[in-house]
């Protein structure tokens, strides 16, 4: 009776998965871990959609609770090596998922996040290998074809990342990484309101896609040069990290208030206000953009209609 | 049967009903100093159940710890002369700029307990009232205080 619940648990967290509806699959997964907390596959699923939710310190715990139950299982070793990948800790994120490629050669999920890898590591040559393996195993995936038009897109390849991307939404028209890619090359492009398009049938389905209020921020941000320069600011921030962007954040106002002393203390007093006046507005600027910038996103978001079985 | 708790899900306590938004500390930062934020990232960190809260209180102790030294440091070479106006206002900025990373640390570790326990429907009061409260407080009750040490210390 407890393994057929915990079975039921099982395959619902794996459709919302399957859905991107990640905080649902975790909620899943909590019950099936309430009834076996020794559950390797359960810990596993449940690091992959605590790094969907970018919950990633609570990822790499049930990645290692995983990786410490189930070690003969290839998911486990696969979702450490994604939780280090999201950590960036990329010469680390290699073994788990070489060791992931080991325990199971056929799985193009894997080859795919080692393709991941190797794109972050800048070794693209290897990268495009791996992509073109998985889609031999499985061509009709639409996950890879997503991947590999990314790929194509970093690249500056727009006609061949379309081509892709077409790919993926032909197997799966509402293929979200696929719609997101479509977006991104529509806002490359400059066509915007394909590109809020995209993103909106991506939000219809997931109103909680980090990557497509990503890709909607960045439209707004391209509409908006105001605005825009706070959302790459703090998009910039974001990828630094928590230490440096402390770091920077700090030294940003140690270096105004180094200047305003000199500059005081040799007699440029008006210098010195000036640059205190720039430092206020810098600083109301940083103040209000984000709500000004939060409630942009937020209007855009109100004309989403979500879909049905969400 | 009970449902799994993720090892970053907070676990609010009887203090919960007094949770802010970690950026309420950080602003009584600003317009009070550390003798108004320190505290209050303390009390919200427990009252927020945030799983890193032991980590908070470290750094809250290396932030206390740190202010102190920097500003023995400082007042001994004050006193033997080495600082001229404007380089003393450089030193003591160094004081100010531990002071704020050490708030950026707490409010960055404890946004991310928030947001959880935001998610999770845990009652979030507004602090607005308590910066204010700070900001009329602050030049009173620092008046009294005419040793340096401390208030360079708390200021």
Known sequence: ?310 | MGSYRIPDEPLPGALSRLAVNPLWPLLGLMVGGPWAAWPWFLLNGHALGSPTRLREGLALLLGFLGTVALVSTILTLDRRGVFSTTTAQLALLLVTLWKIAISYYLYLTQSRSFGLYEYYGGPVRNGALVVIAVALAEPKLLAPVKNLFVLLVLG
Request: net charge negative.
């Open chain 1, 1 to 310: 009776m407890e393994t057929r619940e915990i079975e039921g648990w099982l395959s619902r967290a794996r459709d919302q998965m399957r859905q991107g509806n990640a905080a649902a699959a975790a909620e899943s997964l909590k019950q099936a871990l309430g009834r076996d907390p020794d559950d390797a596959q359960a810990h596993a699923l449940l690091a992959f959609c605590l790094l969907d939710l970018r919950r990633v310190y609570a990822a790499e715990h049930e990645a290692r609770q995983a990786l410490a139950l189930g070690p003969d299982s290839p998911l486990p070793h696969h979702a450490l090596g994604l939780v280090l990948i999201a950590q960036r800790k990329l010469a680390a994120a290699r073994q788990p998922l070489e060791a992931a490629r080991e325990l199971d050669p056929e799985d193009a999920f894997t080859l795919r996040s080692l393709a991941r890898l190797a794109r972050l590591t800048k070794r693209e040559a290897e990268a495009k290998v791996l992509l073109e393996q998985a889609l031999q195993l499985d061509p009709e995936d639409p996950d890879t074809w997503a991947e590999r038009g990314q790929m194509a897109l970093d690249q500056g390849a727009v006609a061949e990342a379309e081509r892709a991307a077409r790919e993926a939404l032909a197997l799966n028209p509402g293929h979200a990484d696929g719609l997101l890619l479509m977006g991104e090359i529509h806002l490359r492009r400059g066509e915007l309101e394909l590109a809020r398009d995209h993103a909106v049938l991506v939000l219809g389905d997931d109103p909680g896609s980090h990557n497509a209020l990503h890709l909607m921020a960045a439209i707004k941000a391209r509409g908006n040069p105001f605005l825009g320069f706070w959302w790459r600011f703090n998009n910039w921030l974001a990828e630094l990290g928590e230490g440096r962007s402390i770091l920077v954040l700090v030294v940003l106002y140690a270096a105004y208030r180094t200047a305003a002393i000199v500059l005081g203390g040799r007699g440029h007093s008006g210098l010195a206000s000036i640059l205190q006046v720039a430092w206020l507005a810098f600083v109301a600027y940083t103040w209000l953009g984000p709500a000004l910038f939060k409630r942009l996103v937020a209007k855009e978001i109100d004309t989403v209609h979500l879909h049905r079985d969400f």
